[in-house]
């Protein structure tokens, strides 16, 4: 058994099979997700899993090399915005028009549902290296 990390199996299987530039989706509970995409559904009641009670622990695992969000998250939540920024103080972020952003999250090698029912809390994580 794993010591600590991130225990789920669908999880882990994902992180250690990213590359240089691919990406991975992390959704609150009303993104659509494209029926071709894996999906990885964390939900269990709405707000539970929460989108940082998830991202976080990626973040430990992650090496992260930019991001990508929609331009709606700074108007419409502007919580989850500045707590985003927290994360990423010195990581380059793209920000896009929501639909544009559903558009490009199709080429995503994983879409990990959160419960998270707050208006766009998503982000695309662009997958860096750490050498």
Do not use: W
Not at 51 to 70: G, H, K, N, Q, R
Not at 79 to 85: K, S
Not at 91 to 120: C, L, N
């Amino acid at each position: 058994m794993k010591k600590a990390g991130i225990l789920n199996k669908d999880l882990n299987t994902i992180l250690a099979a990213l590359g240089h530039t691919d990406t991975i989706v992390i959704a609150d509970c009303g993104l659509p997700i494209p029926d071709e995409a894996v999906r990885i559904d964390l939900s269990i009641v709405k707000g539970n899993p929460s989108f940082l009670f998830v991202l976080d622990p990626i973040l430990e695992e992650l090496e992260v090399e930019a991001v990508t969000m929609a331009e709606e998250m700074k108007i419409h939540n502007v919580q989850m915005y500045e707590e985003v920024q927290k994360r990423f103080e010195k990581t380059p972020k793209h920000f896009v028009p929501h639909e544009h952003f559903k558009e490009i999250m199709r080429s995503a090698k994983a879409v990990i549902r959160t419960g998270e029912a707050t208006p766009y809390a998503n982000i695309i994580l662009h997958s860096g290296v750490n050498f």
